[in-house]
């Protein structure tokens, strides 16, 4: 099965994205939302955050996500330490879930592709971008996060032009119209990618 990987910024747009490739039949895995449910549902997973933050990791059976943000934030060792966990069972998830899959490409969502070395886990990867402050404005406004927290996660993440570079696709996502477009003519692209490289 090809694994095309979806990756760009925060608020670049790589979820609405990738519902439009869902809308085409293409089946998406969402890296980060599985890990946030795995947080919740492992046992194993939830044993060893426990380990590593200490009581207050989890409320009842929630995660304590403000708690476990203001530890990982600054400290990178701890956030290390906390992808170490959770990755490897994310990783097992996603192996699993591929083999139920019956399509010509499956997309995976990761917002750090790149920045962790994992490009050689993809067949093909398509980047998304919007201007800075356009994905500032967008998440600001979903999350009712601050400006200074999403400038602080953008300065961790690669920029658009090195991820650019790297990609084998990429979707500028201003108007929603337009994506779609974008979205459809990659979608062919891929495809004939994929019945080329049968010969
Ligand atoms: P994150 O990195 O935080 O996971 P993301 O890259 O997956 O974000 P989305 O969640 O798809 O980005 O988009 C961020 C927000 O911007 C969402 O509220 C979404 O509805 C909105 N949005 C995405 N694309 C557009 C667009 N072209 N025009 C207007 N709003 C958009």
């Known amino acids: 099965m090809i694994i ?7 608020g670049s747009g790589k979820t609405t994205v990738g519902s439009f490739f869902e809308a085409l039949g293409i089946p998406v895995y969402i890296a980060d ?20 933050f200490g009581d207050k990791t989890y409320n009842g059976k929630e995660l304590n996500r403000p708690y476990i943000a203001s530890k990982i934030f600054n ?14 069972k994310v990783a097992s998830h996603f192996k ?17 592709i790149f920045e962790h070395n994992k490009a050689s886990e993809y067949d093909l990867i ?5 201007d800075l402050e356009e994905r500032i ?18 300065s961790n993440q690669l920029s658009d032009s090195e991820k650019i570079k790297k990609s084998d696709y990429v979707i500028e996502n201003h108007d929603l119209e ?5 979205v459809l003519t990659t979608h062919h692209q891929i495809l004939k990618t994929i019945e080329k490289s049968k010969f």
């Open 4 to 10: 095309v990987g979806l990756t760009g910024g925060i």
């Open 33 to 52: 939302t599985e890990a946030k449910s795995l947080m919740v549902r492992s046992k194993v997973i939830r044993r060893k955050l426990i380990a590593l």
């Open 75 to 88: 400290d990178k060792s701890l956030l290390d330490q906390m992808n170490a966990i959770v990755h490897p």
């Open 96 to 112: 699993r879930w591929l083999k139920k899959q019956d399509a010509p490409y499956v997309i995976k969502e990761a917002a750090i």
């Open 126 to 130: 398509i980047t998304v971008t919007a």
């Open 137 to 154: 404005k967008r998440v600001m406004h979903r999350d009712q996060s601050s400006r200074a927290k999403i400038e602080a996660i953008i």
């Open 178 to 182: 337009s994506t779609k477009n974008q």
